[in-house]
């Protein structure tokens, strides 16, 4: 497979589920806003943490608040992690690629990519509550038609290989919000307030009702616990990496458990640390430490990922 090939699809994954995310964020955000005490915008504040990108809110936006963090994290042309943008990539990374990948995969990217710019030129969203569900079902549609309309060779890997290294930092970045800015106040610890935020962000990653299959209540450890190490949860980060690792190794051709390439040992180190890792462990040396560490090393990744497959220097 060609590296520019190899690379669009890597990105046109990578983006869907970009896309996808920010939606769940903003509408549990939303939702959630709607059981909080007038005049809160912490929640807010908290998403625009989440994306990394606090320092470009505060230089257009100003203050956060639902009106302005809505608009940047979905519609804002400008900016490249807002949902517009994200669909936009993804939908010019397929257009590339439009002879590899299945005709299904670049009708269905399209459709959802018209849906959001109209949305977009219209100026505003009629129902946040719709114009979230149409993207979190446009995803998954188009994760459905890939899995079955998409040879599974080295594309496919390579899909699946950009939509879980996504997931798995989305979600280590959702938890690690919470875990250090989304709590009003430590008054509000072990309150109906704090189950309320803990449970969105379950909610957020559609992991509440399977966690309740797991554990009766919701505590910070358990929540931790499950996102990150859970094996069977598909939005868990140890499950994503364990999927991520196996796409790699199909790419590479190199035995699991050895490495032929910086990105298989990179990964196949990432992988060990979180199949040998504790909740209590984690919760001793401090969850957000470990969340940092986390998405460097998920980054590092995808560094590893560019220099053996994509890049041409030698």
């Known amino acids: 497979m060609l590296s520019r090939v190899a690379d669009s699809i890597y990105w046109m994954s990578r983006y869907v589920e970009r896309a996808e995310n920010l939606a769940r964020f903003v509408d549990v955000t939303h939702t959630m806003s709607l059981d909080m005490p007038p005049g809160s915008t912490g929640q807010w504040g908290a998403l625009v943490y989440a994306s990394g990108d606090h320092e470009y809110f505060e230089e257009h936006y100003?203050?956060?608040?639902?009106?302005?963090?809505?608009?940047?994290?979905?519609?804002?042309?400008?900016?490249?992690?807002?949902?517009?943008?994200?669909?936009?990539?993804?939908?010019?990374?397929?257009?590339?690629?439009?002879?590899?990948?299945?005709?299904?995969?670049?009708?269905?990217?399209?459709?959802?990519?018209?849906?959001?710019?109209?949305?977009?030129?219209?100026?505003?969203?009629?129902?946040?509550?719709?114009?979230?569900?149409?993207?979190?079902?446009?995803?998954?549609?188009?994760?459905?038609?890939?899995?079955?309309?998409?040879?599974?060779?080295d594309g496919w890997h390579f899909a699946r290989l950009g939509r879980v290294l996504e997931r798995a930092d989305k979600?280590?970045?959702?938890?690690?919000?919470?875990?250090?800015?989304?709590?009003?106040?430590?008054?509000?610890?072990?309150?109906?307030?704090?189950?309320?935020?803990w449970s969105a962000v379950l909610r957020s990653v559609s992991g509440f009702e399977m966690y309740r299959k797991r554990h009766h209540g919701v505590t910070p450890q358990r929540v931790a616990g499950f996102l990150v190490l859970d094996r069977q949860f598909p939005r868990a980060i140890m499950h994503c990496i364990t999927v991520a690792d196996r796409s790699l190794h199909a790419i590479s051709g190199s035995p699991e458990g050895t490495f032929w390439n910086v990105a298989d040992k990179r990964l196949g180190q990432l992988r060990s640390e979180l199949a040998y890792a504790t909740v209590e462990e984690i919760i001793e040396r401090g969850l957000h430490e470990f969340l940092d560490s986390l998405q460097t090393k998920i980054n590092q990744v995808g560094d590893g990922i560019y220099q053996s497959f994509i890049s041409t220097e030698v």
Not at 120 to 148: C, D, P, W
């Open 62 to 153: 100003g203050e956060p608040d639902r009106d302005k963090v809505v608009r940047f994290l979905t519609l804002d042309p400008d900016y490249s992690g807002s949902i517009l943008s994200c669909v936009t990539a993804a939908r010019e990374n397929a257009r590339s690629v439009r002879e590899v990948i299945s005709s299904e995969m670049w009708e269905q990217l399209n459709q959802f990519y018209i849906y959001v710019r109209d949305t977009a030129k219209s100026g505003r969203i009629q129902s946040l509550n719709e114009f979230f569900q149409y993207v979190k079902n446009a995803s998954h549609l188009f994760v459905g038609i890939t899995m079955t309309t998409f040879s599974q060779g």
């Open 171 to 197: 979600t280590s970045r959702i938890l690690d919000v919470k875990y250090f800015t989304l709590l009003p106040s430590a008054h509000d610890v072990g309150t109906p307030i704090d189950d309320l935020q």
